[in-house]
């Protein structure tokens, strides 16, 4: 059979450093706008379509199939914030929501944004994040339309419905009010690195111009961003890399006071702060590599002034804190899955939040009020789709607030989920998580998915998709691996799975794959293996480091080029990832 797939162009192009050369052919696709690079991957996606054509039919039942488990008509979960309710609400044959609010003792509904008729003059059009002034008249809400998040701020009087003059241009689209109603503070990116490195005070009624530069950050290995406090008395700026923090505060009553440093960065020092009345928390890897909880005085707020609160544990990583008036509650991962740990103020007392699934997810969601027992989070498994609970973290009863709807009919009897632990070849313990359709036999014959990402630390949860049941319904299992380089099991996890030592996340990727075989999910001839970006690159080293092990690999907008990235210090994001892969200039 003649083979018609496109020949992509050689154009050598010779790069050298520390006295030594490397030819790479094909540099010259980087261009994109360049006519032959557009020329030729138009030529792939003819060849695409020429080579699938036998599947049109096929393909378009999995499109309906998919489409029709879309709930057209749906809405969020409203969310208390000083004293106003707010949601979103998706209409049928809309793409984009309605941003609604109401007063917390009313009924009467206010459109505050109507996404889709916004969107009516963009190819492209998506609203990234909005904040409403403390005197709850005055929003500002940000809009990326060139795809590129690259945001335009826009302000707008909610009494009078009329939009400022002025637009903000060429922000991160995140937006913080100080409590004089009056300032806003956003953060500016580099235009060419997309690199987030300034902060800026912009007063309503002025133009851009006008603004003032309260914080750059020069180290070009950091970015910066800012937020309000939950306790809504500071202004807070944090500059941070792969491994350090830095946070700066600004009183919200005084907006243009010079920021003051909370911590120094120190190399190695990550650390998250959290305000409580009289002090702070700090969640910090100073005394742990597993994470602590310190306490200091909001007025001596240096390292030298923390005192132990919650003492770091090697076998659970500290992931996060939601402060209360009388509460506080710490998001733990213990052997991969997420718990919740309430303690109470009141009485000294500690309990934990039971859920009882072999392999689940858990988050805290929008608790913006400090003067209340009420815990909101959300819930769901690989067989359980998303429940949203209030949970009294006084009397433990939880309550309802939202399942999500399978639409189509869906009952998870029909399903199993369950956690698997490998041995890897050096003798580390990697759980895998997998979901497959009851009556499925141990015989080989089973087609298997096996899926990872395994870098950043980032931690794959086994959440729940509808999308999947596609699969699922076809016989497939379904499967993530757990691998080194994410922060699954630990931060240990994570750093025994970069730089030198990121051979184990495709290592453990691998002893994954043989371990499916082994056990008789499947065989060789059914196995799968699916990553992308950073688990693209992962797709790309098992496919070189084990090709018979896999039927086929997706490997999706994959990071296969990582020298060549990592020395163009003009990509975005090339510097911020030193401490991730290495910097070959080095």
């Not at 917390?104 to 996404?115: F, P």
């Not at 196995?527 to 039927?551: R, W």
Request: glycine share 6%; charged share 25%; proline share 3%.
């Amino acid at each position: 059979m003649k083979n018609n797939s496109p020949i992509c162009k050689k154009e050598p192009k010779v790069m050298s450093i520390h006295n030594k050369e490397r030819t790479d052919d094909y540099h010259w696709l980087n261009n994109r706008e360049n006519p032959d690079v557009i020329d030729y991957l138009n030529q792939e996606n003819d060849y695409t379509d020429s080579q699938m054509k036998d599947t049109e039919g096929f393909q378009k039942t999995l499109f309906n199939e998919l489409k029709s488990r879309i709930k057209e008509e749906d809405q969020s979960v409203p969310y208390l914030f000083n004293g106003y309710y707010y949601w979103n609400r998706y209409e049928k044959g809309y793409e984009h929501p309605l941003y609604l609010r109401r007063k917390e003792n009313s009924e009467k509904e206010e459109v505050i944004l109507n996404g889709q008729k916004m969107s009516e003059d963009y190819e492209f059009f998506n609203i990234g994040d909005y904040d409403v002034s403390n005197n709850n008249n005055i929003m500002a809400y940000s809009l990326d339309t060139l795809s590129r998040r690259i945001y335009q701020i826009k302000i707008k009087n909610l009494v009078t419905e009329e939009l400022y003059t002025e637009t903000l241009e060429n922000t991160t689209g995140s937006i913080v009010f100080a409590n004089d109603n009056q300032t806003i503070f956003y953060v500016k990116k580099d235009p060419t690195t997309l690199r987030s490195f300034q902060i800026y005070a912009h007063k309503l009624g002025t133009d851009q111009s006008e603004d003032i530069l309260i914080f750059e950050e020069e180290d070009e290995t950091f970015s910066c961003y800012v937020y309000r406090s939950k306790s809504m008395e500071y202004i807070v700026i944090n500059s941070s890399s792969t491994l350090s923090d830095e946070y700066r505060l600004i009183p919200a009553n005084d907006p243009l006071k010079k920021p003051e440093i909370f911590q120094k960065r120190e190399r190695g020092l990550e650390y998250n702060i959290y305000h409580h009345q009289d002090k702070f928390y700090i969640l910090t890897n100073k005394n742990h590599h597993n994470f602590s909880v310190e306490i200091c005085s909001k007025d001596s707020t240096g390292k030298e002034n923390w005192k132990e609160f919650i003492s770091g544990r090697k076998d659970v990583l500290i992931e996060g804190l939601d402060v209360f008036d009388q509460y506080l509650v710490v998001s733990e991962r213990k052997k991969g899955l997420i718990q919740l740990c309430v303690m109470n103020f009141k009485n000294d007392s500690v309990h934990y939040i039971p859920f009882n699934e072999p392999t689940y997810v858990v988050g805290t969601n929008s608790n913006l009020v400090m003067n209340t027992s009420v815990l909101r989070y959300s819930y769901n498994s690989m067989v359980n789709p998303g429940t949203m609970f209030e949970y009294n973290m006084e009397t433990k009863e939880r309550k309802i607030l939202k399942e999500k709807e399978v639409v189509g009919g869906y009952d998870k009897n029909e399903y199993n989920s369950e956690r698997v632990w490998v041995e890897g070849r050096d003798g580390a313990k990697i759980p895998m998580s997998m979901v497959y359709k009851k009556g499925m036999k141990k015989d080989g014959q089973n087609p298997t998915l096996l899926y990872a990402y395994g870098s950043y630390g980032y931690s794959i949860d086994p959440t729940f998709s509808t999308n999947r049941l596609t699969l699922l319904d076809r016989g497939f299992i379904f499967v993530i691996a757990h691998i080194r380089g994410g922060e699954d099991m630990g931060r240990k996890w994570y750093e025994n799975g970069k730089l030198l030592k990121k051979k184990n996340t495709f290592y453990d990727f691998i002893d994954c794959g043989k371990h499916l075989i082994e056990n008789s999910f499947c065989s060789s001839e059914n196995l799968y293996a699916a990553g992308g970006s950073a688990g693209g690159l992962l797709m790309g080293a098992v496919m070189n480091m084990e090709p018979g092990l896999f039927k086929g690999i997706v490997a999706g907008v994959p990071f296969v080029d990582v020298v060549t990235t990592m020395l163009d210090d003009d990509i975005p994001l090339t510097t911020f990832e030193y401490d991730e892969w290495g910097n070959p200039n080095n």
